[in-house]
């Protein structure tokens, strides 16, 4: 179901879903594509683990600094570099129009490859030993994201940004149920981040509404069901 401002009548009493559009002011535009790459869902797996590490260093213990950049370093390689080449790789071949993937159909191929990187970034650190709980819920739970969103993606386009910043608030929530840590400025610092990610796919006419706030529930809920899984 639609919003009037989703849907017009054509002349012969047809009803059409209206596109998206980007907002007039090219500062704002300007300003909501930085936003866009600087928080893109590729980084939040790799960025994440950094920001558990640092907020949580208890549920780290007995990880020392040199083991810890080795699993980050693995975990930017993985979730972060492959993708990235892969879409660098489909866009130089031909098979995608834009490295924004701005449609489903593009989508297709870098959700699926980016489902086999996350899956083994999500198998391998759940059956090393003395991985931190937090850190296997955030892998697992990014690499049931990517399922859903290709599956979502069959019948329609779900903001992959808001999904990723989604994540983002629910891995700080399991964080706050698994740690005695005081969160309070970590997730006023992520609801802000996920709103001005969510503004800036709505400026620039990527996604409706309804599916940015699908995006949030699928993120947050997504790391939830991890941690239930996992703990």
Known sequence: ?????????TTDNTITVKEPQPVQSKFLRVMAYIASYVFHPVFVPTVMTLVLYKLAPRGFAGVNVQTFNKWLLSIGITTLFFPLLTILLLKGLGFIQSIHLRTSKERIIPLMATMIFYFWAA???????????VLRVL????YWSVILIFLINIFFKISMHTTAAGGMIGILIVLMIVSPVNMVIPLFIALATSGIVGTARLLLGMHRMWEIWLGYILGVLVMLAAYLYLK
């Open 123 to 133: 198998h391998v650190y759940n059956t090393l030993p003395n991985i931190p709980l």
């Open 139 to 142: 892998l697992m739970g990014s």
């Open 1 to 9: 179901m639609h919003n009037m401002s989703d849907t017009q009548t």
